[in-house]
């Protein structure tokens, strides 16, 4: 891989992106080497200076022989190289990015999902069937990893749920060198907001729903700002699939209409919902069965064009939660967009399960627990009214802390879903960053009834993961929330080891099965 500055040059004018250029190094007009980072650069790289960026990691990477740096102002710990002034770092970094790992994304379809919740499991559900019709080259990048090749040392833990675009373009990259033909791939607000995705367009975008949240200093000014970012995707997508009942319906379909024809957007509903917008559903969902191990549900074409694809028809999920039939459904019309058939989409969601959503434990003369990544008010709300319902109203016991630094809404959120559905809360701690997590579980308490919701507050997370177990009887619900699969607490910048809410409550379980014994 290479790109030459006048490339660069080109490329930086064509997107009105270029400010000036300063040629110091003359000797060194091709760059086989890309990096943001100081601490990875190696000979003849172009190096970009973004974010909170201290000029001295471009005396770093100058050192580590950086050639070529782009940076929105000139930086004189640079002089003697060359420059490329930018009016926008990110989108520079995007589009030369692109270049220098030669346009991976013209090498994959790729489906791409937004929504505030269900971005992770849609994803897992679509490449699982994809794996299935592509006989394992489907690549994914989701919060949880990016998946680049069928070998298991081709799959990483992710730090992003959409990474940075460099990172993007490398792994592309490598996934198609690694023989894969399909992506899907999570798309978050802040991609858009910070340019992590700029000039990148898919097969198809997916929005499947919008709720408040990531509205914050450090995220979102508003949720008007957090929307419009999310609406991103359908502008950049040839196809788009809509979920009729999202929030904002009205301004998702608009946003996709601006730049897909009609013909191109799929709209799909649960079977009994009323569309208030004077629009047709192409494709329906309906539970046919659910239980505690699992569930099933009829997808069916309404439109002519649903029909063609070919997968209506009966499902099973062992992924429970009504929620996952509506993100089941998105995943088999994109698979189904990108070539696969019925009997692929039925086999491919059949037994998956995702680390860190609805895993489920039964503990021994106490209750039911179940550990799960719902992380604000509507994913609780989904998650607690399912359990509550299919429970029959047993006692709902919740562990929960909120996230430092981001998600402030999340805090008042929480309390008011535990007024509506839970019985007892222990409040903890949950990646409290630079913020204190005791001030974080008081101003959740603040909001919690405890006339009606039984509230202490225990932040060391496996003790009160401990005491929600053991306050726990046998038919009552003890759900772990918020953090799923992590296995860190993000304490003032450093990922602090953490076993895992699963982890902890299977120790526990093993203690109380012994005590019992
Ligand atoms: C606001 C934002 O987008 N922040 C991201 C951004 O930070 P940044 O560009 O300011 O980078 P920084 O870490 O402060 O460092 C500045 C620059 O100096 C460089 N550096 C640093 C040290 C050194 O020795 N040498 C050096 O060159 C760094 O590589 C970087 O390029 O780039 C970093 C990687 O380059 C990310 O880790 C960081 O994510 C932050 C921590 C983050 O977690 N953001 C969250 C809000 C986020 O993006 N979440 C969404 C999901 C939420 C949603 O659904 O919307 C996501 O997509 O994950
Ligand atoms: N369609 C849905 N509607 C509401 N809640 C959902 C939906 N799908 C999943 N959830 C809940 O949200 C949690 C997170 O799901 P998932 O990881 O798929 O979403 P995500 O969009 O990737 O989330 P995040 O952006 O927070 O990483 C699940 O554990 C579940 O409790």
Redesign the pocket.
């Known amino acids: 891989m290479a790109l030459t500055l006048d490339a660069c040059i080109l490329l930086l004018k064509e997107h009105h992106l270029l400010k000036s250029v300063a040629l110091n190094d003359p000797a060194t007009l091709n760059m086989t080497a890309i990096a943001y980072d100081s601490r990875k650069v190696t000979e003849e790289t172009l190096f970009f200076c973004k974010g909170n960026f201290r000029p001295v990691f471009l005396t770093n990477a100058k050192e580590q022989g950086a050639v070529t740096y782009v940076a929105e102002q000139p930086i004189s710990e640079g002089n003697g190289m060359n420059a490329l002034i930018v009016t926008n770092v990110q989108k520079a970094m995007a589009i030369l990015s692109a270049a220098f790992y030669d346009y991976p994304q013209d090498d994959l379809f790729i489906i791409a999902y937004t929504?505030?919740?269900?971005?992770?499991?849609?994803a897992y559900f679509t490449q699982a069937i994809l794996q299935e019709a592509t006989i394992q080259k489907t690549a994914l990048f989701?919060?949880i990893d990016r998946v680049l090749g069928p070998k298991p040392e081709q799959r990483f833990k992710s730090d992003l749920?959409t990474p940075e675009s460099l990172d993007l373009f490398h792994d592309m990259r490598e996934a198609v060198e690694n023989g894969m033909t399909h992506l899907v791939m999570?798309v978050?607000s802040q991609a858009y907001k910070k340019n992590r995705v700029y000039g990148l367009t898919y097969d198809v975008g997916f929005f499947?729903?919008i709720s408040p949240d990531h509205v914050g200093p450090n995220e979102h000014p508003d949720f008007a700002d957090y929307l419009h970012c999310k609406l991103q995707l359908l502008v950049n997508s040839r196809r788009c699939v809509i979920n009729a009942q999202t929030q904002n319906f009205a301004d998702v379909y608009a946003a996709a209409q601006a730049t897909t024809n009609p013909s191109d957007i799929y709209l799909f509903a649960e079977t009994a919902y009323q569309a208030t917008e004077a629009v047709d559903i192409d494709f329906r969902f309906e539970n046919l069965e659910m239980s505690l191990a699992d569930s099933r549900f009829k997808v069916t074409a309404v439109s002519d064009r649903a029909n063609a694809l070919g997968v209506a028809g009966d499902y099973q999920l062992r992924l429970i939660?009504d929620?996952?039939e509506?993100?089941a459904t998105a995943a088999i019309i994109g698979s189904a967009l990108a070539g696969a058939d019925l009997k692929q989409a039925q086999q491919g969601i059949r037994q998956l399960q995702?680390p860190?959503?609805?895993e489920t434990l039964a503990v021994p003369n106490h209750g039911q627990v179940y550990v799960?990544?719902?992380?604000?008010y509507?994913?609780?709300k989904?998650?607690l009214s399912f359990l509550q319902k299919e429970y029959h109203n047993s006692k709902l016991i919740v562990v929960v802390g909120s996230p430092g630094d981001k998600g402030v809404s999340r805090r008042a959120g929480f309390a008011q879903v535990l007024n509506e559905y839970a019985n007892q809360a222990i409040l903890t701690t949950d990646d409290p960053g630079y913020e204190d997590p005791a001030a974080i579980a008081a101003e959740i308490r603040t909001g919690i009834d405890e006339a009606k919701v039984q509230t202490t507050v225990e932040l060391n997370r496996a003790t009160a993961v401990e005491q929600a177990i053991e306050a726990s009887q046998p038919g009552e619900i003890v759900v772990l929330a918020a953090k799923?699969a992590d296995a860190y607490q993000k304490v003032r910048g450093v990922d602090t080891p953490y076993a895992t809410d699963m982890v902890i409550a299977k120790q526990v379980a093993e203690r109380l099965t012994k005590q019992v014994n």
Request: charged letters at 15%.
């Open positions: 929504g505030t919740k269900g971005k992770t499991t849609a989701s919060t749920t999570e978050s499947l729903n939660g929620f996952n509506s993100n995702i860190g959503r609805m799960d990544y719902a992380h604000n509507a994913s609780m989904a998650l799923g």
